[in-house]
């Protein structure tokens, strides 16, 4: 069994509607999450870090962390088309990055 | 801006060659890695490295090996190409840290024929 779950999708929003992606866990010991974004075609890159419980906001996009529960997920707030691509979760730590699987988000106009 | 180059973009290899995938990063970073992509598998990672000739295993290291002789090159190895390991294959490099965001390369696709 992977360490991190992704609901793999598509995942289809209407513009301007709220994305939810989940991400489910199963080390305990997992403190931390990085949310990368990644465009078809193009490489990872990182667009959230969340560190403690509760949420934490940057412009549209919310990270909210339950470690009693060992979930994270994403909220896209006013979802654009430029939005559609692949978000993956990785817990943080010392040493190596592993993901889980993605979702693949598709904003639709 | 952090720069980590992979050296082909595109790689087309016959079934039993030795390939030599590099990976180059300009920010000093300790740790870099070695992912592959397939269609509804996501990221995998294959091979860890946290210093110089230090290395770990990850998800699938079967097939391939890797080397890191200087701290900013680490070069995964396919000893002999299987047409399962056409790919498309990521590295990416990071801070030492708990919290440090990893910069990936271009990606490279190979295709083992």
């Known amino acids: 069994q992977k360490e991190v779950e992704q609901n793999s999708g598509p995942l289809s929003v209407p513009e301007g509607a709220i994305a939810s992606l989940n991400c489910t866990y199963s080390?305990?010991?997992?403190?931390?999450f990085f949310w990368y974004r990644q465009y078809s075609g193009k490489s990872p890159e990182l667009i959230m870090f969340?560190?403690?419980?509760g949420d934490k906001e940057d412009g549209r996009f919310t990270a909210q962390l339950n470690k009693a529960s060992q979930y994270v997920s994403l909220l896209i707030r006013d979802s654009q088309p430029s939005d559609s691509a692949t978000y993956l979760c990785?817990?943080?730590?010392?040493?190596?990055?592993?993901f889980g699987a993605g979702t693949q988000v598709v904003v639709t106009p | 801006d952090v720069k980590v180059t992979q050296s082909s973009r595109y790689l087309v290899k016959r079934t039993g060659e030795k390939v030599f995938l590099e990976c180059v990063q300009d920010?000093?970073?300790?740790?870099m890695f070695w992912y592959r992509q397939d269609p509804g598998l996501g990221l995998r990672l294959i091979y860890f490295?946290?210093?110089?000739?230090?290395?770990e295993k990850g998800d699938i290291p079967e097939g391939y090996s890797v080397s890191r002789e200087k701290k900013e090159r680490f070069s995964l190895i396919l000893e002999s190409a299987s047409t399962n390991q056409t790919s498309m294959y990521l590295c990416?490099?990071?801070?030492?840290?708990?919290?440090?965001?990893?910069?990936f390369g271009q990606g490279t696709r190979l295709t083992v024929v």
């Open positions: 490295s946290y210093d110089v000739k230090m290395k």
């Open positions: 990416a490099s990071s801070s030492t840290g708990w919290d440090t965001e990893a910069f």
């Open positions: 080390d305990r010991g997992s403190q931390s």
């Open positions: 969340i560190y403690s419980n």
């Open positions: 990785a817990p943080a730590g010392w040493g190596k990055l592993q």
């Open positions: 920010m000093d970073h300790e740790n």
